[in-house]
């Protein structure tokens, strides 16, 4: 509804120009990424510094990809973020849900006891799961990634979920209970499709903890063949030198990819989902 | 079609009663309305004949078989909401198909994309497509059954959740006021199809409403609840003639049943106030000491004061409403018995037809119809038979 309470206003030039700004704020890294990746190395430091690309600099791409492992990183990043959203949001849709409509013993303590988990930092969780792992053999393993980021992306997923569930009028449930659907048809016929919008924002968030998740994948990975894109890409800035046009242009590549999932889902996150159901 | 019998029936929420100790014989094919004001149980009743709410103690019969430990689903009931309770992701027609759908559901139908050939499959088999074409024609939405739900207007909304009730062939429908979120007209438009609906397709109806106009249109007949408790259980005309109670007296007509004071005198009249009324022969002897005399507003009429052994009074109000007038007569020496609201304790209601020239002021006498007078105890409220 609000959606078209403001599609109505005219863009004023006020309007306009603030969004260009907040644009500009936003883009300007990127845009600085992009031309120190196409800034031969001599150049990097003068002053006044570059402020367009060199476009005769590509190779440094084509580096990035043969000479180094960069298409692995990648390939590993997105396992383990693509492993940790589906396992995130499987695992998150039915507490969600219970949390919404059950009444049963403990649930306020378990509803908190979620956020309890986000309230630690990852580093400080970092010996005792690597001491666990090793145990389970999880060690050197992407699973095991994947397991650790979805224990951190399942709370924060949980309750977005519940609060997506909270808006589905219950009546819809009890007109699918009459027409013969058990509970857990109705979760994934009935009420997972009027909760996509919601469903596509927290495969957002999962994705990209696990995509841009460092200190984990540091930790628990040590085989070069299983690192993860963000570890690869701090492994850059050494200790004597750092080629900074590489690291930009992986740091480009190494963005490019979460954007397009974001692109990808965005589509989904749209209200008004539940319109046209019960009398508003 | 089937018959539908509640034994005992009684709900509690805690230590709240919703529903106390109802019993209700329904026949097939009948048209049973549970009427009340907000909040005395009727739509809990009908949730608990869904399944939608657990019954505490009693029993629910279809026929002759016992339901009320059974899942909705397995009840054979079909249930319209208030709120329409469409599936806002799906079309019309997937709306309407989808009970079908569901008798014949597999786990593998969660299979994403196995699931959607599936679900396509049986939507477009021919009995199902023609099933739910005939219902949709009957219901004019032909046009609509490709559009989403948020598409329609309220009453194509309700009528597409009475399609998705009407294709399952249910042994018994349940409406819970479908036609409170409408407008007048439509209002009045879907209660005509609704009772052309109920005599099409058979079937006993279950129908919950406060509004006294429809209970009284379309039920044959009629539970009126109050406080969780049925109060009367008749037809229409029943209800009206011969409310059990004062509640129900005071609860059906518009404006309701004016409700006097009264003492007996002797076996065959009645004195109110200073005025003494003769009782017609089925009254006799039912009055002893005070009692309170019901009598509908249209079975009073004005006539002049110089009539002996009336009752008379002064107009307090006149309300013209087109093809009758009702008159607010603030009586002299008699008080009414109307415990259900704060007006004033002498004043009664008269209909009269046509557009009354009376002004406020005016002194009237009334000639009462005795013949359809009721006699209530004044202690109990309960009607004298």
């Known amino acids: ?46 002053v006044p510094p570059r402020v367009v690309p060199d476009l005769t600099q590509w190779s440094v791409y084509a580096e990035a990809f043969f000479e180094i492992p960069v298409r692995v990183w990648l390939i590993n990043s997105a396992i383990v973020a693509g492993g940790t ?8 849709i039915f507490p969600a849900y219970a949390l919404s409509r059950f009444r049963f013993a403990g649930k306020g303590p378990f509803a908190l006891g979620l956020f309890a988990t986000q309230m630690l930092p990852e580093a400080m ?83 990209f903890h696990g995509w ?26 050494g200790e004597l030198s750092t080629p900074v046009h590489s690291v930009m242009a992986v740091g480009i590549i190494y963005t490019l990819p979460a954007v397009i999932f974001y692109l990808f889902v965005q589509r989904f996150i749209v209200a008004g989902m539940i319109a046209g159901s019960v009398k508003g | 079609m089937a018959s539908l019998t509640l034994k005992g029936v009684t709900k509690t929420f805690g230590s709240f009663t919703a529903i106390r100790d109802v019993n ?32 505490t103690t009693g029993e629910i019969h279809v026929d002759a078989k016992r339901v009320d430990d059974l899942p909705p689903s397995a009840r054979d009931m079909a249930f319209v909401f208030q709120s329409y309770a469409l599936y806002p992701h799906m079309t019309v027609r997937r709306n309407i198909t989808f009970p079908l759908i569901m008798r014949q559901f597999r786990w593998w139908f969660h299979v994403p994309v196995l699931g959607y050939f599936a679900k396509r499959r049986i939507e477009r088999s021919p009995e ?47 409406m819970d006021e479908p036609l409170s979120n409408l407008d007048a007209k439509l209002r009045t438009a879907m209660r005509a199809e609704l009772i052309s609906l109920h005599r099409n397709v058979g079937g006993t109806f279950v129908y919950v409403t406060h509004d006294q106009v429809e209970a009284m249109t379309m039920g044959t007949r009629i539970a009126l609840m109050r406080d969780g408790v049925v109060q009367q259980f008749a037809t229409a005309r029943d209800i009206y003639s011969s409310p059990i109670n004062t509640y129900v007296a005071r609860f ?72 009758e007038s009702l008159i607010a007569l603030k009586l002299d020496g008699a ?51």
């Not at chain 1, 959203?85 to 998150?92: D, I, P």
């Not at chain 2, 739900?149 to 009730?165: D, I």
């Open chain 1, 1 to 46: 509804m609000s959606a078209e309470d403001t599609s109505g206003q005219t863009a004023g030039p006020l309007r306009i120009a603030t969004v260009v700004v907040v644009l500009m704020a936003a883009l300007f890294p990127l845009y600085w990424m992009f031309v120190t990746s196409l800034t031969p190395s001599a150049a990097l430091f003068s």
């Open chain 1, 125 to 207: 969780l970092v010996v005792p799961l690597y001491a666990i792992f090793g145990q389970l053999h999880l060690l050197n393993t992407l699973v095991g990634l994947i397991l650790a980021n979805t224990a951190f992306a399942v709370p924060v997923i949980t309750w977005i979920l519940k609060g997506a569930i909270d808006g589905v009028p219950t009546e819809i449930e009890e007109a699918a209970r009459v027409d013969g659907c058990s509970r857990i048809t109705i979760v994934l016929s009935i009420v997972l499709p009027l909760v996509a919008p919601s469903l596509a924002a927290a495969a957002v968030i999962a994705f």
């Open chain 2, 128 to 174: 199902v497509r023609d099933l739910v074409e005939s219902t949709a024609h009957t219901l004019a939405l032909t046009k609509m059954l490709d559009r989403l739900p948020k598409t329609l207007s309220g009453g194509q909304r309700q009528r597409v959740a009475l399609g998705r009730a009407m294709v399952r062939k249910p042994q018994v429908f349940l």
């Open chain 2, 252 to 323: 059906i007509g518009t404006p309701p049943m004016n409700l006097l004071e009264a003492q007996a005198d002797g076996p065959t009249r009645l004195r109110i106030g200073q005025t003494i009324l003769d009782l017609p022969a089925p009254l006799h002897g039912l009055a002893t000491g005070a009692v309170t005399l019901g009598i509908r507003p249209t079975a009073l009429s004005i006539t002049d004061t110089s009539h002996p052994a009336t009752l008379t009074g002064a107009v307090a109000l006149v309300e013209h409403i087109g093809a």
């Open chain 2, 24 to 55: 209700l014989d329904v026949a097939d094919g009948e048209f049973l309305v549970l009427l009340g004001p907000s909040g005395c149980g009727k739509s809990t009743l009908l949730r608990m004949l869904a399944g939608l709410e657990t019954v």
């Open chain 2, 335 to 385: 008080r009414n018995a109307h415990d259900d609201l704060d007006g004033p304790r002498d004043q009664i209601m008269i209909t009269v037809p046509g557009y009354s020239e009376l002004r406020s002021g005016d002194r009237v006498s009334l000639s009462l119809d005795m013949n359809e007078a009721v006699l209530f105890s004044a202690d109990t409220g309960k009607r004298l038979i």
């Open chain 1, 85 to 92: 959203t589906v396992l995130s949001l499987g695992l998150a």
């Open chain 1, 212 to 237: 841009n998740e460092y200190v984990f994948a540091q930790t628990l990975i040590s085989d070069d063949k299983l690192r993860t894109a963000s570890v690869g890409l701090a492994g850059f800035v």
